[in-house]
């Protein structure tokens, strides 16, 4: 779209103007004409190209000021250049009136020219690297053939003694921060100077200036500073003109996931602005846009490879600890250890947080999105735990009570899946919830409104609440069948026990948890049902593992022997909740039949006892670690949600 604006002539007069290439100049040489005037002829200098236009055709004008063009409300002049100039008002056209044919001017009107190049310049095309005013800098659209610049929520700490993520404050301590940002270039090209009266501002909208910042760095070589010139409460800035060809370098990085409130689109506007007269407001002429969008928070499925392995040193888990870390060694993981000092005697910690990941072109890195179970958690251990390269981002609910459906062993993601025609290729979210109709407690809505507005993994809701901590974990998972792009999903089951050769008959001989265990059944039904239609599974992708649960006085189940599901998933290494099922010929025919089903897929089975360390508090082995996985190879920015 070629950028248009009207001067206005005035005969007898000289009169300015500032051209931006790119742009269109039109003026109106009828209502500039003096009185009497019937016929007008043009001269001009080289750099400008000018047009009669009579009536929507146009003309191009040559210089030497012979042709006359009878005056006329319809007609207009259209003047372009190509070219900066190298001096202030070095280029000009004269229109000169006449009244009658073959006489000398009755008087002429002189338009003075400047032509400047204004560029504002991101990565639009999303290989890394800022380019040359990209024509859909402004827009932004998905998919492998999209354009638009990313940019990062500064979430991570870049200087470990903050106490608080980088893009809580107003400033950069290192240049380790630059790199999580975007680069953002104005160029500017024209005379040593401007003519007298304009100005170039940088500007934000209000409704940006709390989820986008830009830096300036002063002195790039000796004793950097760097100046916060747009964001909160800095809603423009003056921007030095310098002439000649300048590129100014600035950084930018987001403040703000996109949540239900916010698209995750910014914009960055510079215009160029000229003064009229005193006491009134300087009118923009030329504005050049960048339109940004804010890269969301994608959570990473246990069919990604694991990077590392957290768990909780309590005063009773040496065990458990020991068998987990025996699990990591058969893997290319590291093991990180929350030690009492950090966790404070909470074995839960690394199930309030879900890991995952943001990515721009130009930089990506680790996320953890933080439960707002409890709020205590924030402030203290997780980011001992984490370290000083994580992002962190968490949601409180203002007014809502917050359950245990908010924690996020309550969420897991699906690996990549086809539905219908539409492609998942970053999988989607699994939220654990109450029953549609129940209008009991659901996960808290500034979380799925979160994990929504993401809208790279577009969230289902199971129903949960069934189960006493009420978790997805507790009745799925899914692993990957190691050397194919395949998975299965694992799903507790009273049917994966009876309907093969394994019967607990003794277990459901009584016969008040054999009826509770139908209607556990009938639960997890419900949720296998959605699982199917929403991730477009089969009977083939699902494997059954034997579960039994018992209903506690709210009548909501827990498992009646370490639930098996509720695993760790490590490339082909399961650690799996040991059972302690009925012996026969010395094996527990619970483990044999689980790796029956899973070992001629390729999988490795470890049971680990989880029972003092976990089981008794109502978790098991994948509630008691959680693990940080690569990021997907796939770009968010290639799908179309
Ligand atoms: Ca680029
Ligand atoms: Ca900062
Ligand atoms: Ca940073």
């Keep these: 779209m070629v950028r248009e604006r009207t001067v206005r002539l005035l005969y007898g007069s000289r009169v300015e103007a500032v051209y931006v290439l790119g742009t269109q100049l039109w003026t109106d040489v009828y209502s500039a004409a003096p009185a009497g005037a019937k016929t007008f002829s043009l001269k001009h200098s080289e750099g400008v190209k000018v047009e009669v236009v009579r009536d929507g055709e146009a003309e191009e004008v040559v210089t030497n000021g012979k042709q006359r063009w009878a005056l006329s409300p319809s007609t207009t002049l259209r003047l372009s250049m190509a070219q900066a100039s190298t001096e202030a008002s070095s280029d000009k ?26 560029s504002l310049d991101v990565d639009a095309d999303r290989d890394g690297e800022v380019e040359k005013n990209n024509p859909k800098k402004a827009s932004w659209t998905w998919g492998p053939d999209g354009q638009g610049a990313i940019l990062l929520v500064n979430c991570d700490r870049d200087t470990p003694w903050l106490p608080t993520e980088d893009c809580n404050d107003e400033k950069v301590y290192s240049k380790e921060d630059l790199k999580d940002m975007s680069q953002m270039i104005l160029r500017t090209k024209g005379p040593d100077r401007l003519p007298a009266g304009y100005e170039i501002v940088l500007y934000i909208s209000m409704s940006d200036s709390d989820k986008v910042g830009v830096f300036y760095v002063e002195n790039p070589f000796f004793g950097q500073r760097y100046i916060h010139i747009l964001g909160r409460q800095k809603l423009f800035h003056v921007v030095k003109y310098t002439g000649g060809s300048a590129e100014l370098l600035f950084f930018v990085e987001g403040l703000r996931f996109p949540d239900e409130s916010f698209s995750g689109l910014v914009s960055i506007h510079v215009s160029l602005l000229e003064y009229m007269a005193e006491g009134i407001p300087l009118t923009p002429i030329f504005t050049d846009t960048v339109t940004f969008r804010i890269a969301p928070w994608i959570m990473t499925p246990n069919i990604l490879p694991p990077v590392t392995v957290f768990v909780c040193c309590m005063k009773d888990n040496y065990l458990f600890l020991k068998e987990v870390k025996n699990l990591v060694e058969k893997t290319n993981c590291e093991l990180k250890v929350c030690f009492q000092y950090m966790n404070r005697g909470d ?43 994580f992002g962190y981002v968490t949601r409180e609910p203002l007014f809502e009570k917050v359950t245990s459906l908010d924690s996020f062993g309550n969420l897991e993601v699906s690996p990549p899946v086809t539905v219908n025609g539409k492609a998942y290729p970053l999988g989607r979210i699994l939220i654990g919830s109450s029953f549609p109709l129940s209008g009991g407690r659901r996960m808290t809505k500034v979380v799925r409104d979160f994990l929504q ?6 969230p289902v809701e199971l129903y949960s609440d069934w189960l006493t901590v009420g978790h997805v974990d507790e009745f799925m998972t899914f692993v990957p069948i190691p050397g194919k792009k395949e998975f299965r999903l694992l799903m507790a089951s009273l049917g994966g026990m009876s309907g093969k050769r394994i019967t607990i008959n003794k277990i459901l001989s009584n016969e008040s948890l054999s009826q509770e265990n139908q209607y556990f059944q009938r639960c997890l039904d419900w949720n296998r049902d959605i699982l199917k239609k929403e991730l477009a599974l089969t ?31 490590l490339d082909k290494e399961l650690g799996i909740p040991k059972p302690f099922g009925p012996q026969v010929e010395e094996e527990c025919c619970l483990e044999t039949h689980v790796r029956s089903l899973l070992e001629p897929l390729g999988l490795a089975c470890t049971f680990i006892d989880d029972i003092s360390a976990y089981h008794k508090f109502l978790g098991e082995v994948h509630c008691g670690t959680n693990v940080r996985r690569k990021p997907f190879t796939f770009k968010w920015w290639h799908m179309v949600p």
């Design 347 to 389: 074995r839960w910690i690394q199930d309030e947080i879900e890991f995952g990941y943001i990515e721009a072109p130009h930089k990506g890195f680790p996320v953890v999105l933080d439960s707002p179970r409890d709020g205590n958690l924030k402030d203290f251990p997780i980011k001992q735990l984490l370290g000083p390269d």
């Design 93 to 118: 056209v004269t229109v000169s009136y006449y009244e009658e044919e073959g006489s000398a001017p009755i008087d002429q009107a002189g338009l003075f020219l400047t032509a400047i190049e204004i």
């Design 453 to 458: 507005a993401q809208q790279v993994q577009a």
């Design 539 to 569: 009977e083939r992708d699902i494997i059954d593992l034997p579960a039994l649960f018992k209903m506690d006085e709210d009548r909501q189940a827990r498992a009646f022997f370490p639930n098996m599901v509720n695993m760790i998933v």
